[in-house]
C-alpha cells in the first residue's frame, strides 16, 4: 500500500516539471493605424457591440476591442475616431464614436478580414 502511493507521489512530482515547461500562449502585438485625420479607414465592420474590424487603405485589417459594449455599434453606418492622445494614428488609447456615444479602445491589433454573413435563405 505504502509503496503504490509513494509510486503515485513520484509519478505526480514527475509531471509537474514538464507541465511547467510549456510554452505561454503569445498575445498578439499592440498596433497603430497612422494618418488618421487623412482618411487612412477604408471600411469598417462592427463585431457585435464590444469589437470593431478596421480596414487602412493599404488593405490590412485591424481589430478594436472595446472597453465595454458601445450600443450602437451594431447598427452603425459611419464611425469617427478620436486619436487626441496618439497624435494621429490610432491606437488602444484612442476611441471610436457611433452616433454621439464614445467607446474606448483596449485593444487594437493586425487581423485577418472580418468573417464572412450569412445571409438569410429564403424559404
Same mark, same amino acid.
Given at each position: ?28 502585438? *499592440? ?13 469598417? *465592420?462592427?463585431?457585435?457591440? &464590444? ?9 490590412? %485589417? ?15 453606418? &459611419?464611425?469617427?475616431?478620436?486619436? &487626441? ?9 484612442? &476611441? ?7 467607446? %474606448? ?19
Amino acid at each position: 500500500m505504502t509503496r503504490t502511493l509513494i509510486a503515485l507521489a513520484a509519478l505526480a512530482v514527475a509531471a509537474v516539471p514538464a507541465a511547467a515547461q510549456k510554452p505561454a500562449p503569445t498575445q498578439p502585438k *499592440e498596433e497603430s493605424i497612422p494618418f488618421v485625420q487623412f482618411g487612412n479607414i477604408y471600411d469598417f *465592420e462592427a463585431d457585435g457591440d &464590444r469589437g470593431i474590424y478596421l480596414q487602412n487603405r493599404a488593405r490590412q %485589417w485591424y481589430y478594436a476591442s472595446l472597453n465595454g459594449p458601445c450600443t450602437n455599434l451594431p447598427f452603425a453606418t &459611419r464611425i469617427a475616431v478620436d486619436t &487626441r492622445f496618439a497624435g494621429d494614428r490610432l491606437d488602444n488609447s484612442g &476611441r471610436i464614436y457611433v452616433d454621439g456615444q464614445a467607446c %474606448w479602445i483596449a485593444s487594437l491589433t493586425k487581423s485577418d478580414a472580418p468573417p464572412k454573413r450569412q445571409s438569410a435563405k429564403k424559404q
